[in-house]
């Protein structure tokens, strides 16, 4: 796990030092992937998703992100807050990239409990 915690510091601080280049955009969502997908540590996952998108709303990975940050707010059962992100995103676009046709309307459904 020690080389994880490396290329994940690596990461970080890519985004730190280079704010302005895509790859900081990119560093943050890999190092919020990882964090939810290998360690579970959702507060990582959300403070990494919710930096990309407050500081690069353009970045195309964005949607991906706020995706992921919805992914993540049900894991930690904030429900109200992520029915909020994916209801904006259902409205901006139904089809976010990387995402299957119904996978935010299915989303909002366990939200609402449906």
């Not at 992921?68 to 109200?80: E, F, G, Y």
């Given at each position: 796990m020690?080389?994880?915690?490396?290329?994940?510091?690596?990461?970080?601080?890519?985004?730190?030092?280079?704010p302005d280049?895509?790859?900081a955009g990119e560093a943050l969502f890999t190092a919020a992937a990882f964090y939810l997908d290998n360690d579970q540590d959702f507060n990582s996952a959300v403070s990494r998703c919710q930096r990309l998108v407050d500081k690069y709303p353009e970045h195309p990975l964005r949607k991906e992100a706020e995706l992921?940050?919805?992914?993540?707010?049900?894991?930690?059962?904030?429900?109200?807050a992520a029915e909020i992100l994916l209801e904006?995103?259902?409205?901006?676009?139904?089809?976010p990239v990387n995402a299957p046709p119904d996978e935010i309307r299915r989303l909002l459904a366990a939200c609402r409990g449906d």
């Open positions: 020690g080389r994880e915690k490396e290329g994940l510091a690596g990461l970080d601080q890519t985004a730190r030092l280079y280049s895509p790859q992921m940050l919805a992914k993540t707010l049900i894991c930690q059962d904030r429900l109200q904006r995103l259902d409205k901006e676009d139904p089809q």
